[in-house]
């Protein structure tokens, strides 16, 4: 497997390199609004997944072609945590880009109930924990967790890292029409921020597709969310930079690999893959017609699927 995805535009980090540990949807969640559709194999089950020559070969070559990183990021096709030895890979990226780049960990929050992961993580730079629920109820609609993940863990989870934690916080909080926004959910989760005291609150939107319908909230419903919130919580939008220069041999390589993590538009593509429209246009039309990638619309946008790995 490649390790490495991007870097891809992030409405939070700018160009952020993704890397991905985890076999394709390892988690112990299995969320209604996940992109990458349902999860394979729900477990809470750590263990170490990769060849970390291999690794720090991979980081090497990709940094040398000198792309435009602002973060690396942990993250993936799973949830990263179900790695063990975070620590080994945080250092390896580390020693690889000589620390140019600020590492994040982007985490369904689950297992950070477990002292060992949380220590695991110290030398991050930034951790994006999510919390998609202030309530059990909601929890269990929206996560469907691995029966030993519990909401009062994940919230003693989140409590326990920021006390530990020196890096900074972001907690991201996905907002589900008709689910988990309303404003009495929102005054739970702002008692909850209260507890758990993050740097940042960033409301984020399921803006891509999943596996079933998925009912975004009214704009303005979220600003009342925000507003309740208070001072730290931000709405987070779409996010784009200019085109940094495309690193990749193999042009389908690339927009591959970011469509077996994501499910991309053709915007996203532009500005991740580095081509003019018209030139990617007609990449992306090769590949359809060779059944490697799909279509599918979704909020009346068209997104580009891949099923198959890269």
Known sequence: MSYFYGPVPSRRLGFSLGVNLTPKKFCTLDCIYCQLGRTTKKTIKRFFYVEI???????????????????????????????????????????????KYPVSVITNSSLLYKKEVRQ??????????????????????IDKPHKQITFERTIDGLINLRKEFKGKIWLEIMLLGGINDSL????????????????????????????????LPDYERVKKIKKIIGKKCEIVSSFYKDAQKKFSKSVQEDIRKYLNIRPATMRDLEKSVGLEKGILARQIKRMLDLGLIARKIYNRKVYFICDKAA
Do not use: C, M, W
């Not at 030398?123 to 629920?133: F, H, N, R, T, V």
């Not at 609150?201 to 597709?209: A, G, M, S, T």
């Open 53 to 99: 020559i291999e690794f720090k070969k991979e980081l090497a070559k990709i940094i040398n072609n000198n792309p435009k990183i602002d973060y690396i990021s942990i993250s993936g096709s799973g949830e990263p945590t179900l790695h063990k030895r975070l620590d080994k890979i945080i250092d390896a990226i580390k020693d690889v880009a000589n620390n």
């Open 120 to 141: 695991e993580l110290a030398g991050a730079d930034l951790i994006i924990p999510s919390l998609d629920a202030a309530t059990k109820k909601s929890f269990s609609r």
């Open 184 to 215: 009495e959910e929102a005054r739970k989760f702002k008692k909850l921020v209260n507890r758990i005291k993050p740097d940042k609150v960033q409301l984020n939107l399921p803006i891509r597709p999943a596996g079933i319908s998925i009912t």
